[in-house]
């Protein structure tokens, strides 16, 4: 089977499997409808005006937090859920070219949500892993999961064992794809998760990889992916990790490390309602930043 291969070509995006991130395409407006007023980068106060339910936004050098919406609600995570999937694969040591046959128990049938990769197929195990970081793919991260050692259950204690050894006490993992709202955490667990995966050179390699090819190793056709984070896609962000997340009972979620008036800081946003919300949300939190750098040196804003 070839390996996946990286492909930046702006006419993948448009080939993006279904992801616990895509929600199911609602009904077109009708014409008694109105456009949301625009909503201004910044509030009375000069903070960024985030929409987004739970926030936080860290220094990613010492771990001050910079900004802080309701950062220690605890929310329902979907996909970022897979952050830690990727962790638990990767300290596992498994071997990462190892062939992973995909199998009926990896389908999605809490959710529905479909994926391209075939029941019967094999995959490498690091192919998975791209596969879930990049698009977000559930039935990847299934097949990840029930594959380790003792199956599932066993995949999700580990999950849980390093959220209590990093400290993450209002974090809780049930299985490793996030379709599940069982899968819980707080903004402010999450920047410490965040900052944990960004040690990992693979994660940071694969959630920001903005598209690639798949080769099905069954009939050798290719299959498009692209990054389920459109700031990765967009190009114009310094971004050294990105994951998505979206089921119903989450809302909208995206966390990322990023380089912002030159310094890196860790972004987490949860609960998030709108099509675009959590996109404008990081785009105001740059502008914010870009805007007054020195608060990277220390100063703490609440909103």
């Given at each position: 089977m070839k390996r996946l291969v990286a492909c930046f070509a702006l006419a993948a995006l448009s080939a993006a499997a279904v992801a616990a991130d895509k929600p199911a395409p609602k009904a077109r407006a009708t014409k008694a409808s109105t456009r949301a007023p625009a909503v201004s980068d910044f509030n009375k106060e000069g903070d960024p005006n985030l929409q987004s339910?739970?926030?936080?936004v860290l220094d990613a050098k010492t771990g001050q937090t910079l900004f802080a919406k309701?950062?220690?609600?605890?929310?329902?995570?979907?996909?970022?859920?897979?952050l830690m999937t990727a962790m638990v694969v990767l300290d596992?040591?498994?071997?990462?070219?190892?062939?992973?046959q995909i199998s009926t128990e990896d389908l999605d049938t809490l959710k529905g949500t479909k994926s391209r990769l075939p029941v019967?197929?094999?995959?490498?195990r690091d192919d998975l892993i791209r596969i879930a970081l990049v698009a977000s793919d559930n039935r990847a991260?299934?097949?990840?999961?029930?594959?380790?050692?003792?199956?599932?259950?066993?995949?999700v204690d580990a999950m849980n064992a390093k959220a209590k050894l990093l400290g993450l006490s209002a974090t809780t993992f049930v299985d490793s794809s996030g379709l599940a709202p069982g899968n819980v955490s707080s903004p402010?667990?999450?920047?410490r998760l965040v900052s944990e995966a960004s040690r990992y050179a693979e994660i940071r390699e694969y959630s920001t990889t903005p598209a690639l090819d798949v080769t099905l190793p069954d009939t050798g056709r290719k299959v498009a992916y692209v990054n389920t984070n459109a700031l990765v896609r967009a190009g114009n962000w310094d971004i050294g990790l990105s994951k998505t997340g979206y089921i119903s009972e989450s809302g909208k979620c995206l966390v990322?490390?990023?380089?912002?008036?030159?310094?890196?800081?860790?972004?987490?946003?949860?609960?998030?309602?709108?099509?675009?919300?959590r996109i404008g949300d990081a785009n105001r939190i740059k502008k914010w930043l870009e805007k007054n750098p020195s608060l990277i040196a220390g100063n703490f804003r609440a909103g």
């Open positions: 339910t739970a926030a936080l309701n950062a220690d609600q605890v929310h329902p995570i979907a996909s970022i859920t897979k596992s040591k498994l071997p990462l070219d190892e062939a992973v019967g197929a094999h995959f490498r991260a299934a097949a990840l999961g029930r594959s380790y050692p003792g199956g599932i259950a066993a995949f402010a667990d999450l920047g990322m490390q990023a380089i912002i008036a030159g310094a890196p800081v860790v972004i987490v946003l949860l609960d998030s309602w709108g099509r675009l919300t």
